[in-house]
């Protein structure tokens, strides 16, 4: 995983509440077993008219060439029903490093976690400050701050991360890369405990 410890962005608003992880990730693009091009399948059915490619639906956000950025912003209720860890991989293999919301799903919420997708959670109010930006405005997120700010109204609103998580997302580790960072402390204990 790559670290992450603030990015400033440009921002993509999905407006839509709800979204569960068949319309992030459509179960029939599951067949892949490495993380690795889920991205271009990211929204597939609310991307494309009849799946197909060069038919773009030009009213959906990902399609309008003013936006653009690493942080989505979606409305309340993001990552709900199945608990695919493929949608977590195609946000990340789209770009995505931080996506913003009023509410998680939690088992959404930990898969972008464990895949280097910071899911910041803020409140309804702030979401709808952010939602009223436009398209080239910028947001900042602080990882070790935790902080997140409308960089052109200077707003800010803190959020929570588990602190595992934190160390994680700040040294790029996965769950194998924290232990092995560890390794001295554990050679010295189990020295120790001779």
């Known amino acids: 995983m790559q670290s992450l410890q603030k990015i400033t962005s440009k921002l993509i608003p999905l407006r839509i509440e709800n979204v569960d992880t068949d319309q992030i990730i459509p179960a ?5 077993t490495t993380k690795d091009g889920f991205g271009k399948n990211l ?3 609310w991307r494309y ?3 197909d490619e060069t038919k773009p639906k030009l009213d959906f956000v990902l399609n309008q060439k003013q936006y653009s950025g690493e942080i989505l912003v979606a409305a309340k209720n993001f990552g709900c029903g199945s608990s695919r860890e493929h949608a977590a991989w195609s ?5 995505f490093k931080v996506v913003v919301s009023s509410f998680f799903a939690d088992i959404f919420k930990n898969n972008a976690l464990n895949n280097g997708v910071l899911p910041v ?3 309804d109010a702030f979401l709808q ?4 930006q436009g398209a080239n405005d910028t947001l900042t997120v602080d ?3 935790q902080t997140i700010t409308i960089d052109t109204t200077g707003a800010q609103e803190k959020f929570d991360i588990n602190s595992y998580k934190k160390t994680c997302m700040l040294n790029g580790y996965d ?3 924290y232990l092995l960072n560890m390794k001295p402390e554990i050679e010295a204990y189990e020295k120790a405990s001779k």
């Not at 400050?129 to 009223?132: D, K, L, S």
């Open 121 to 123: 959670t803020v409140s």
């Open 143 to 145: 990882l070790e701050a």
């Open 49 to 51: 008219e009849n799946d």
């Open 28 to 32: 029939r693009f599951l067949k892949a």
């Open 129 to 132: 400050q952010i939602f009223a």
């Open 175 to 177: 769950d194998i890369d």
């Open 43 to 45: 929204f597939r059915d």
């Open 91 to 95: 946000i990340q293999d789209y770009g």
